[in-house]
Structure formats: structure tokens, C-alpha cells
């Protein structure tokens, strides 16, 4: 398995506040995600990296931005947390072209 | 609008029997899918995929097969087994872009002994 870090595990914010969830993958992956997971819609897509410095927008991308200025890491920031945005996130990694990707274990992020 | 979807939130099968877990898909870029099964409190782990090449994949209790004309895939687990009970996401990805992958809502798999 990929080794791959997500922290924190938990966080209860308040609204309005910012928030920075952190990836940190040990294998050199190419490819980074971050995806929410919400019942009934499964996991969407919120931004991916597909290099240093380089990266894109997903389905649900409103809300939130990314940073990646080493290949090991890949933050994701809620600029402004909402309770729409109370969910469990994951971090991905893929090695290379067409490959599967490996997940983290997950955020649990709680906004009152 | 999603473009990967599970119809059938949750499924119940009898151990030794088999589990049909099935994913219709929209746009006619995909051609890479991918089945990650779930448990509570733990990341996806990818379990098996299929190109659009292929219509069959196969390993060992899991087969995956892929109907490109009714753009429908499914996942066949024979026997099952109580440690399959999980949540199972189908997932794919495009010509367009091959890294960016598209999950469905996913299926709830419980197994009864």
C-alpha cells in the first residue's frame, strides 16, 4: 500500500473560519486528490495535482483551494468553512497513466 | 450530474452465494473503470479494473464485466463471503483525461453467514 498520511484525522471549526486538511504521501506518486465523501452522492472529486504546482479543478471544487509545492504534499484549504462542507475527506495518490489510486484514511471535518 | 452511478444503495446476499454489484456510466469519454470496495472508517482499496478493450477480468473470486454498448459495468463476487460485507464504489475514467476519476454513490454489500 501506498504509504500515505492525512492529517488531522478529526476536526471540529467553527463557520467562517479557515481551515488547511494535509496529505503526505511516502512513494513519489505523480498524482495527488482530495475527495469528499457525502451520503448518497459517494466520493467527488474536489481538486487534483498532477505535478508540483500543477493543478486542477474537480467536480465540487467551490469553497476550497489547493496548494502543492512538493511532491510529498498536497494541502487542501477551505478558505471559509460552511456547514455544507461538514464531510469526510480523502486524500488519493496515482503513480502514473491510467493506474488505480491508492486512498488515505480520511478526515472527518465537522463545521459548527 | 453525476456520470457514474450506483442505482442500488445496499444488497443482501447469503454466504456462498453470489453478489451482483452493478454501475451505469454516462459519458461515452470513459473507458477505464475501476471497483474500490470500503469499509467504515477506512480509506477505498481498489480491488479490481477493466479497460474498455476487454468485456471480462477476472481475479479470483471477483470478475468485472463491462457492456460498452448499454455503458454498464458490473461486479460479480463468487462465493461470497461474510468479510465482502462493505461498501463497493465503481469509478471511471476518460480519454480525455485518464488520472481523473469519477466515483458513483456506491453500494452497501452485507453477507449473511
Known amino acids: 500500500d501506498a504509504g500515505i498520511t492525512q492529517s488531522p484525522r478529526h476536526k471540529v471549526t467553527e463557520t467562517g473560519t479557515p481551515v488547511t486538511l494535509r496529505c503526505h504521501q511516502t512513494?513519489?506518486?505523480?498524482?495527488m486528490y482530495w475527495y469528499r465523501q457525502d451520503p448518497g452522492h459517494g466520493l467527488r472529486l474536489i481538486h487534483y495535482?498532477?505535478?508540483?504546482?500543477?493543478?486542477d479543478k474537480g467536480e465540487v471544487s467551490d469553497g476550497y483551494s489547493v496548494s502543492r509545492s512538493k511532491t510529498e504534499d498536497f494541502l487542501l484549504t477551505l478558505e471559509s468553512a460552511t456547514s455544507s462542507q461538514t464531510s469526510v475527506y480523502f486524500c488519493?495518490?496515482?503513480?502514473?497513466?491510467?493506474?488505480?489510486?491508492?486512498f488515505g484514511q480520511g478526515t472527518r471535518l465537522t463545521v459548527v | 450530474d453525476q456520470q457514474v452511478k450506483q442505482n442500488s444503495p445496499s444488497l443482501s446476499v447469503q454466504e456462498g452465494r453470489i453478489s451482483i454489484l452493478n454501475c451505469d456510466y454516462t459519458?461515452?469519454?470513459?473507458?477505464?473503470f475501476l471497483w474500490y470496495k470500503k469499509y467504515p472508517a477506512e480509506g477505498p482499496t481498489f480491488l479490481i479494473s477493466i479497460s474498455s478493450i476487454k468485456d471480462k477480468n477476472e481475479d479470483g473470486r471477483f470478475t468485472v464485466f463491462l457492456n460498452k454498448s448499454a455503458k454498464h459495468l458490473s461486479l460479480h463476487i463468487v462465493p461470497s463471503q461474510p468479510g465482502d460485507s462493505a461498501v463497493y464504489f465503481c469509478?471511471?475514467?476518460?480519454?480525455?483525461?485518464?488520472?481523473?476519476?469519477?466515483f458513483g454513490s456506491g453500494t452497501k454489500l452485507n453477507v449473511k453467514p
Open positions: 469509478a471511471a475514467s476518460g480519454k480525455d483525461n485518464f488520472n481523473k476519476f469519477y
Open positions: 512513494e513519489n506518486h505523480r498524482y
Open positions: 495535482s498532477y505535478g508540483v504546482k500543477d493543478t
Open positions: 488519493a495518490t496515482g503513480q502514473d497513466f491510467i493506474t488505480e489510486a491508492f
Open positions: 459519458n461515452s469519454m470513459f473507458d477505464y
